[in-house]
Structure formats: structure tokens, C-alpha cells
């Protein structure tokens, strides 16, 4: 699973931020490393440096193997919290379109002897 870390020009600190990036994202989405390719984040301050609460955003895109690309966005007043939250919200998006793709194969039926229940 490759993790690629963007910002715009009004976030500081990019080397040490990716690497803590890196490390929120695989902490969070690490199981999902044999089903995803790459994780696309995008880190951004909406105020562009002026004060505000919640300026901070983080758009994070998975890209699972043979599937459309997963996106989710978060907005928080740090940037940890922004990229954390983010790569929360992307793990319940994938539970569910990975687990949803799983589950269809081998269910049992909600109809029992083909009638309706």
C-alpha cells in the first residue's frame, strides 16, 4: 500500500507531517493493505492562515485493487486531528464496500424454500 501525502502551499512542516501522516494511515488502515494500492491524502487550510475553527481539512482517497477509488473528507482545527479523523472515516467507508463485496458470495438466503419469509 502506497501512501502519497499532498498540501497546499499554506501547511508548514511537510517532511515530518508526512511521516506522521504515514503513520496515522497505516496505523488506522493497515489491514487494508493487501486489498488497497495507493491512499491519496490532501491536506489543506481553508482559512489560509487566518484564525478559525475547524480550517483544517483532509481529503483521503483509497484506491482498492480492481474497485472504483473510495473519498472521504474531514474537517478539524489541527491538522491531526484532520488527517486522524479522515482516515477513520475511510475505514468504515471501505468495511463497508469491502465487507459488502465478501458477504454477497455464500450468504444464506433470507428466503427460506424459496418463499417469501
Do not use: W
Request: hydrophobic share 35%.
Amino acid at each position: 500500500m502506497q501512501i502519497q501525502v499532498n498540501s497546499d502551499d499554506n501547511i508548514a512542516g511537510r517532511e515530518q507531517l508526512a511521516q506522521d501522516v504515514e503513520t496515522a494511515v497505516t496505523d488506522i488502515l493497515g489491514r487494508f493493505s493487501d486489498r488497497i494500492t495507493r491512499i491519496e491524502v490532501h491536506l489543506s487550510d481553508t482559512n489560509a492562515g487566518k484564525a478559525g475553527s475547524a480550517d483544517k481539512r483532509c481529503l483521503m482517497e483509497a484506491r482498492p485493487a480492481g474497485r472504483q477509488p473510495v473519498a472521504v473528507t474531514h474537517d478539524a482545527e489541527t491538522l491531526a486531528d484532520a488527517y486522524s479523523g479522515a482516515a477513520r472515516k475511510l475505514r468504515r467507508a471501505l468495511d463497508s464496500t469491502l465487507g459488502r463485496a465478501n458477504d454477497h458470495k455464500g450468504a444464506d438466503s433470507i428466503r427460506k424454500d424459496g418463499a417469501a419469509v
